[in-house]
């Protein structure tokens, strides 16, 4: 596999990260997870922008030019002859001394690497299950993409433990939250609803796009606080992240979804649309 790294595209053995890089000293770095179609990535600019937004809010001086990361991209799907892959940019806030002093540190590492995508989802949809770790409203940790992915990580090895594919976690005031990597989505009487951007939420890329292709459908779409109770009384509900696109959700808590335990009618229409979006962009 080949990676680029620090500016150049050097195979995966090759790539050095110092024991003094805050990234992996104290978890001081952001990452984004993309898909490609036909060698282009979907929505990258938005990608580069959330990764921008992020860092602002980590304080950090600079981050390299979009240019810079669309060329690596390119340059990583080009040289693993991965034309439709999933796409992991990483940067972390770069060596620096061995105290928690960010100022300390110079360039930022880059590492962008592309790997096959993961295996199509079974027709019968996935099983969420609520687990018991909740996002924290007073965190801004939750609104962005950093490398402190471990409450992410406990709330995905909860879910697994109890056979299900995937966590859904409350936000601190006890609501609806999102998945361990992915928002959430419900359908209720013909609506279409989603915890709103202050519920504890990363606000996702494939989340935005979904909303305005429900929205151009005639579907009414609700950005706003969720019980869990309306989970559990919902027709359908669906997940959304980058590499899995549209992922419908058949049980929750050990119970079907709706009425039968199917992906839904609206759920496999969005899954449609997004997939011919994400084609012909
Ligand atoms: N929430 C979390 C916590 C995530 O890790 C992800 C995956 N990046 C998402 C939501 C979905 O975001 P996107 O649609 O931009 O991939």
Redesign the pocket.
Known sequence: MFIYFNGKIVSSEECVVSPLDHGFLYGHGLFE?MRSYKGRVFRLVDHMKRMETSAGYLGWPVLPDREVFAEAVNSVLVTNNLPDASVRLTVSRGIGAARPDAASCGQPTIAVYASPLPKPLPAAGWSLTTVSLRRNLSSPLVKI?SANYLD?MLARAEAKKRGAHEAIMLNTDGLVA??????IFIVSNGRLITPDGESG??L????NAVILLAQAAGITVEERKVNPEELAEADEIFL????MEVIPVTVLDGRPVGHAPVPGETTLMLAQSYRKLAESE
């Open positions: 997870t993409k992410n999102e998945g361990s990597m992915s928002n939420i990363l996702g890329i494939t989340r959304t992240s980058s590499i």
